[in-house]
Each structure stands twice: as structure tokens, then as C-alpha cells.
């Protein structure tokens, strides 16, 4: 790339799942555009999960437009590796302009385009969808302590496997499908305390990704119509992939109330009551990875970006996708990403 800007017609940043969809789309309306990825091999985010991750879903169900995700070897649900392998494919088949490694550092107001500021030059757009997802952003409440605690800490995001806790025992915080996941495979080989801030509820077994994003859509559709409708979380919270059923039968999965404070040696509840422990595992989510648009300053109290759909509402030029419900229905998921996608790049080809 020289050191002038270049001038293109949409700039995706982020060459993720939600990324790739965009793609998908974008090149089906015969758009000139561009997808700026950080990473340096395809697979988004998916490549830096623990190996023994699944989706919440079988393949059918777990599909970007266009190409469905193969079955994996034996059937049920696909692995973090599984999906890296199908989102590698999807890139090559459809034969996205994916530019990596690009990381994108701001996205600022230039006249009648969108300039975007990375770190090998700049591009001018018409439209910038970002699709950055969660990942990059991991979330960790704030305890009395956190600082104090004499073991290992650490999130979801840096979880990469069971073997170094062999013999340990470890608090694993949080009640969603992470947590329940992680637990499950701790549980077999180490000491392992679940807390949660409330009682985590599992879904029927037969429940799995597919209801799931049947239900946000009708919840999402009614929320626009002004109507009520029954939520997800009436049903439950994490879905009984095998793992976690194997892990429930064998009585692994009570939990215990969320502690008050962090020690040296452990946690300790509000009665007084202390548990000492050797690692803490936060499965408490993530934070929509915003900070390229901050000088945009669109962010309202919540910390989010006001839209209309995926497009902001302060900033026509600037579309949303795959940061969860609020971008769009189940919008982080693979089904959810794909028909968001539809829905986005069909407003934006209108918007010429």
C-alpha cells in the first residue's frame, strides 16, 4: 500500500465470522470493498479458544450464507478447531479480499467518507462496517482483593487447556456456557469450586443453538413491534452440550454463591467462610472492542453505540455487526452473524 490514502466503496474491519458474512454479501451485491483483518491467519477468534471448546449447535445450524459448515468426524457439535477450518474455507471459496495483518487503529469523520487509519496506511470509505466482535475485550469484575491473591488468575480468553491444573483447585466464576465448559473438563482432573451470582440453570437437553436463535428473533421482532415475548432466559442459561451433561451426571456441576472478597490464599464469603485455592478462572464474559471508533464518539452511558439495526444512529456511514443482540439477533453467533449480515449490506447498497 502507498502512503496515500485509498479510496474504496465499504472497509470491513475484522475478518471474523461476522467479517466474513459481510464479505459474503458485499460480494454478492458486487461492491468494491475490503476486509482488514488483525490476525495473521484466518479464523478470527475461534483460533484462540481452548481446544476442547464446542458450539452450542450441530453443523447445520452453526453455518455462515452460502456454505454450510461440514459435519465433524462422528457427528455432534464442532470444535474451536472445526470452525477455524470451516471459516479458512469459507475465506478461500468465495475468495474474499481479506488484507491481514491490518490492524486498524481509529476511524474518523473526512468530508463525505470514512477514513480508516491503520498500521500499514490509510483507506477512505463510504461505508465502514465493523465487526471487530468481543473477544479482544475480556471482562473481570472487580473484587475487594483481586490485586492481593497469591495464585494464578486468569479469563476465559487465556484458557487454553486442562494440563496445567492437574492436582490444583481452582474457583471457577461464572454461570454461562464458558464456565460450564471449563468446569466440566477441570472438574476430571483437578479440585474445582463453581460460584455463580445465581443458581445456573441448564437447558433442556434438547435445546441447542438452533432454538436459541429462533427465540432472540422473536424476542428481538417483538421488542420492535412494542410487544412482549418469552425470553431465553426463561428457559435457561447454558446448553447441555456432552461435555457438560457427562459432567452433570457425575455431580460435577453444583454451584456454590458468588464470594465477597479475594485473600492471599483464596475467596471468602460474607459469613466468614474462606476457601483456600491454588488459580481462579473468570468466565465473565467480554466487552464489545470498540476502540477504533472512539474517535467517532458515539458510545452512549452503556458504553455502546446507539443503532438503528446495524447502523449507528449518529453515524449513517458506520454499520455493526456481531457484537450480540444489541448489533442485531444473536448476532454472535455464526446463524446469527450471516443474517444480520443480509439484512446490513441490503441497507447499505440503498444508501448510495
Not at 424476542?219 to 447441555?240: F, M, P, Y
Request: net charge positive; hydrophobic share 40%; with cysteine.
Amino acid at each position: 500500500m502507498t502512503d496515500a490514502p485509498r479510496a474504496v466503496d465499504v472497509v470491513v474491519i475484522g475478518g471474523g465470522q461476522a467479517g466474513l458474512a459481510a464479505g459474503y454479501h458485499l460480494r454478492r451485491a458486487k461492491a468494491d470493498f475490503v476486509i482488514l483483518d488483525a490476525q495473521h491467519e484466518p479464523g478470527g477468534a475461534w483460533r484462540h479458544a481452548w481446544p476442547s471448546l464446542r458450539l452450542f449447535s450441530p453443523a447445520q445450524y452453526s453455518s455462515l450464507p452460502g456454505r454450510m459448515m461440514p459435519s465433524p468426524p462422528g457427528g455432534g457439535y464442532p470444535s474451536a478447531a472445526d470452525t477455524v477450518a470451516y471459516l479458512s474455507d469459507y475465506e478461500r471459496r468465495y475468495a474474499l479480499p481479506v488484507i491481514r495483518p491490518t490492524k486498524v487503529r481509529a476511524v474518523r469523520r473526512s468530508g463525505a467518507r470514512l477514513q480508516v487509519e491503520t498500521d500499514a496506511g490509510t483507506w477512505r470509505a463510504r461505508i465502514v462496517i465493523s465487526a471487530t466482535g468481543t473477544w479482544w475485550r475480556p471482562y473481570v469484575p472487580h473484587y475487594p482483593g483481586i490485586g492481593d491473591f497469591a495464585g494464578r488468575q486468569l479469563h476465559t480468553a487465556g484458557y487454553h487447556g486442562p494440563e496445567t491444573f492437574h492436582g490444583k483447585n481452582v474457583v471457577i466464576v461464572g454461570g454461562g456456557n464458558s464456565a460450564a465448559q471449563i468446569l466440566a473438563e477441570l472438574s476430571a482432573v483437578a479440585a474445582t469450586t463453581w460460584v455463580t451470582s445465581r443458581p445456573p440453570r441448564l437447558l433442556p437437553d434438547e435445546v441447542d443453538g438452533q432454538a436459541l436463535f429462533d427465540l432472540a428473533t422473536r424476542r428481538h421482532q417483538a421488542t420492535l413491534a412494542g410487544e412482549s415475548a418469552t425470553g431465553i432466559g426463561n428457559l435457561g442459561d447454558i446448553v447441555a452440550v456432552p461435555a457438560v451433561r457427562e459432567a452433570r451426571d457425575r455431580g460435577a456441576l453444583k454451584a456454590e454463591p458468588m464470594f465477597t472478597r479475594i485473600i492471599p490464599e483464596g475467596v471468602a464469603w460474607s459469613d466468614g467462610t474462606t476457601l483456600a485455592c491454588d488459580a481462579i478462572v473468570w468466565c465473565t464474559g467480554f466487552r464489545p472492542a470498540l476502540g477504533h471508533l472512539a474517535p467517532l464518539r458515539l458510545r452512549g452511558a452503556d458504553g455502546l453505540i446507539p443503532t438503528d439495526g446495524t447502523r449507528a444512529l449518529d453515524e449513517p456511514r458506520l454499520h455493526l455487526l456481531g457484537y450480540g443482540d444489541w448489533s442485531g439477533p444473536a448476532s454472535a453467533t455464526l446463524i446469527g452473524a450471516g443474517r444480520t449480515a443480509k439484512a446490513a449490506v441490503a441497507e447499505i447498497m440503498k444508501q448510495r
